[in-house]
């Protein structure tokens, strides 16, 4: 006889909602949003075709269904958590999904992790792209860096990077259009990325007198903006401190000396419940070690 399809993933969630008896509190120790919580509710209640729950406006109770799924919830989860530590307590690595944007992940992260590896063996880390716009809950995944913050009951968003925004060529365009300065600027080729507004508002800040901020070739990709700054077909707007190896190097030169200092920067976000897994908190601890 085939086994009957049981909805097991509401069931977590409800022992949760029905300990707290209060959504927003639930949803915060599960790390998702309040509507995904009461969507998950319902799920469940629809299979059972019971309700488990009574609704109010002064909050939530158990009803006797729900008292009962919640005694056998909580031995049932028991069990299985026991048994899930000791196999866990076993020889062997654990998981550690982090993500990043591509062009921070590429140009900062990328060339430190070696250290990470050497110092937690245990963790197998697998380092995801983000490829768009997304809230946490959607990305399955431990660790995000990003740039800006995002602001949820249940995410904890940890300043890790302040950023400059500056204008950078190669030093032999640099060399073809004069010294790094207003002239060289304005008589530049811009190289824009997704947009016109990112040179509009630097040019704004800038002080240059009369720049047109919409001449030049779009790009849709950060790094191919860059690469062809440093091949000398325009100049590009870089973020510092990621583009602070280049600059290092000598592959890129700073075309202006105006640094526009951002509003926001790069953060570190996890669920807030999710420190207490001994790789998160290695993970965000050795990050923000990194930042000198």
Known sequence: MARRRFPLGAIDYFEIAARHLNFNRAAAEAGVSPGAMSQRIKTLETYLGRALFVRSKRGV??????????????????????????????????RLVVTVSPYFGSRWLAPRLKSFWDLHPEVDLLVRQLRGPAPFAELNTDVLIRYGRENAPYLQCRPLLATATLAVGSPAFLAAHG??????????????????????????????????????????????????????????????????????????????????????????????????????????????????
């Open 61 to 94: 109770a158990l009803t006797l269904e729900g008292q009962q799924l919640k005694q056998a919830a909580e031995s049932a989860l028991g069990t299985l958590e026991r048994a899930l530590t000791a196999i866990g307590d076993a020889p062997g690595k654990i």
């Open 179 to 292: 010294p790094a300065g207003d002239a060289a600027v304005r008589g530049a080729m811009l190289l824009h990325v997704g947009d016109h507004q990112a040179w509009a508002t630097w040019l704004e800040h800038s002080g240059i007198a009369s720049p047109d901020g919409q001449q030049g070739h779009m790009f849709d990709d950060i790094h191919l903006a860059m690469e062809a700054a440093a091949a000398g077909q325009g100049i590009a707007l870089g973020t510092r401190p990621v583009i602070d190896e280049d600059l290092r190097s000598g592959r890129l030169v700073k075309a202006h000396p105006f640094e526009l200092v951002g509003d926001e920067g790069y953060v570190v976000c996890y669920a807030t419940r999710s420190i207490a897994r001994p790789e998160v908190k290695a993970f965000v601890t050795w990050v923000e070690s990194q930042v000198s």
